[in-house]
């Protein structure tokens, strides 16, 4: 079970907003509600409403990371086929062909079937109602350490690579953007991003 609590700032009552039943892996925001993720790959909603089951993540393996900027909630997980895949968030359809209509689909499912489509690690986005590929993650982003934070309506993202260098990108118009790198003194076994 894990207990969920809320305190008003700068030093108010810790108020019982509820228990859900699992181990919490991240917390996040969706739309002004916290967003749960669960050590089973599930997520659940906690707001004015009550508590709700979120929609289901595509692709398979664990998710690799769970944030948000704004009140947007984004998510990192591997996807047979990479962002192609999956239906696509407007913005990202709109910049990779300008001249047609986003994709509409409103559920992407996955088969136990042998596939020779490569896994890639995909940001996604949870928007109106569905989740969204918004674009692959950058070649030299590993699958083992990897976080997400925002910083206004920017997300960043960190991941740990060789040689126990960090590596940081932001994300805009689909693309990454490099915002350089650093070592760790020692091989990192967590990752977080905090924005200040």
């Known amino acids: 079970k894990t207990l969920v609590r809320d305190q008003s700032l700068p030093a108010g009552d810790w108020k019982d907003l509820g228990t859900v039943l699992g181990y919490a892996t991240g917390l996040a925001q969706s739309q002004g509600e916290l967003a749960i993720l669960l050590n089973d790959e599930s997520w659940k909603r906690l707001g004015s409403a009550g508590l709700t089951t979120g929609l289901e993540l595509p692709g398979t393996g664990p998710i690799l990371a769970w944030g948000s900027a704004g009140s947007t909630l984004y998510a990192v997980r591997g996807v047979e086929g990479g962002k192609q895949a999956l239906p696509q968030s407007e913005e990202s359809t709109a910049a990779t062909h300008p001249s047609t209509k986003p994709i509409t689909t409103t559920r992407a499912t996955t088969t136990a079937s042998a596939t020779t489509r490569p896994l890639t690690l995909v940001l996604l986005r949870y928007d109106k109602g569905q989740w969204q590929a918004v674009a692959d993650l950058p ?16 997300l960043l993202l960190a991941s740990s690579g060789d040689n126990d260098t ?12 490099g915002w350089g790198e650093f070592h760790a003194k020692n091989r990192p076994v967590t990752l977080g991003a905090i924005a200040l």
């Not at 934070?149 to 920017?154: A, E, I, L, Q």
């Not at 960090?166 to 689909?174: E, N």
């Open 139 to 154: 070649a030299s982003a590993k699958p083992g350490l990897i976080s997400i934070c925002g910083v206004g309506n920017k």
């Open 166 to 177: 960090i590596h940081t990108w932001a994300q805009a118009d689909s693309k990454w953007e």
